[in-house]
């Protein structure tokens, strides 16, 4: 199968990186990489209304919904440049493809747009402290009280939550059913009485992760819900049947630029320094052992490319997405975390020396990732969780 660009495409991508070129300033990245309040600040929210004007945000959503009805492949060129100096515009983490999946069309017409303008941010809210990669343990109740629900419980790594407008959230409506039966999603308004959220200083924090770390939040957060009535149009989905909406959501979520350039950036950007630069008496670029080593871990990121390539292609024909994005959570995160074990090997000490050193390489960049790169692992569900998934939905493996 061919996964070449068109010309058409490649004539985007020669445009939006035009514009990026022209918008993207030092002071738009400074206040993007100031994890506080002022992460959707004045210059980035500019920025986002001149992306939206040119329909480049949620190219494949349907037009009906602020949407440009486009191809799947043109929104992954877009997600790509702008990955690339570490803006996401493509909806990734949104909430976006389980509104399109299972919303009722007063959520679509509300939410989507929305999404797109950027008047709408979601925050995740599925991780709790005795529930992490065990998602189906949760214990955040939502109990049914006429036209509405009462929320109650604490959730745990919203990153986005302490500017978030909205927070995506599992909570569990159904006590005696079995885990995974008795969920639901609901899309809540973050001004909601009863919604406390408190940081969460990352081991980024301090000194601060250079621009361009891979997982380099300084902050994420907590969110404690107490008694906070949302109304019943908040459910998205059925109800108790959030465990499956927020499966489908996280798996197509999984599929895009974004998710991709996560875990192979690292490849890029060691093999341009070992080509560019040397050790006063060491030249990694003329070791075969490093030659060889990373050859291989760039073999690796291409099949991390085309896996993804194959789920865009896969959702774009309307075929049956089941078991690909798990696998691709499993094969990138991994090779991601080989990539910075080999990064360390090829610097040695200097691989531990963060931003502000003095001998920090790439102010300390590389140092930053490998603290970051553990947890790829984990977001958005484990690679042991994926493993089970491919069995059971890939393999047709009965459950353990």
């Known amino acids: 199968m061919d996964f070449g660009f068109t010309p058409e495409q490649e004539t985007l991508r020669e445009e939006v990186q035009g514009f990026i070129a022209e918008h993207v300033t030092e002071e738009l990245i400074s206040e993007i990489d100031d994890f506080g309040e002022n ?17 480049w945000i949620g190219i494949s959503w349907p037009k009906e919904y602020g949407g440009q009805g486009g191809s799947r492949i043109d929104q992954y060129i877009v997600e790509e440049e702008f990955a690339r100096v570490g803006i996401s515009v493509g909806g990734a983490g949104s909430g976006a493809p389980a509104i399109l999946a299972a919303g009722t069309e007063e959520q679509k017409k509300h939410f989507l747009p929305g999404l797109i303008n950027g008047e709408i941010i979601f925050a ?39 500017y978030a407008t909205h927070i995506y959230l599992m909570a569990r409506t159904d006590p005696e059913a079995p885990r995974h039966r008795g969920i639901s999603i609901f899309l809540v308004p973050m001004d909601l009485p009863g919604i406390t959220v408190r940081p969460l200083w990352t081991i980024q924090n301090e000194p601060l992760a250079p621009t361009g770390t891979t997982y380099g939040t300084a902050r994420t957060n907590e969110v404690f819900l107490e008694d906070v009535r949302v109304s019943s149009d908040a459910l998205l989905g059925e109800e108790n049947m959030g465990w499956y909406v927020g499966a489908m959501g996280l798996n ?26 040397r050790f006063e008496s060491y030249s990694p670029a003329e070791e075969d052992s490093v030659r060889d080593r990373l050859a291989e871990l ?23 997405f ?3 994005g798990s696998a691709e959570k499993v094969w990138a995160p991994e090779h991601g975390v080989r990539t910075t074990e080999t990064i360390t090997q090829i610097l040695g ?34 690679v042991q969780v994926m493993r089970d998934q491919m069995a059971r939905r890939g393999l047709g493996l009965p459950r353990g």
């Open 39 to 55: 992460t959707r600040g004045p210059l980035a929210r500019e920025l986002y209304k001149e992306v939206a004007s040119r329909g």
């Open 124 to 162: 995740l809210g599925f991780t709790e402290p005795q529930a992490g990669a065990d998602l189906a343990g949760l214990q955040c109740r939502a109990v049914r009280d006429g036209d509405h629900y009462v929320i109650n419980g604490q959730k745990m790594f919203t990153s986005a939550a302490h």
């Open 252 to 277: 197509l979520d999984r599929v895009g630029a974004n998710r991709y350039l996560i875990s192979v950036r690292r490849d890029e950007d060691i093999i341009n320094w070992v080509k560019e630069n």
């Open 298 to 320: 760039w073999i690796e990121a291409q099949v991390c490319r085309l896996m993804t390539m194959r789920s865009m292609s896969i959702v774009e024909r309307g075929g049956e």
């Open 322 to 324: 089941t078991y690909e």
């Open 349 to 382: 000490p200097y691989a531990q020396l963060l931003q502000g050193s003095e001998d920090a390489v790439e102010e300390g960049l590389f140092a930053h990732n490998v603290m970051g790169s553990f947890q790829s692992g984990i977001n958005h569900g484990s």
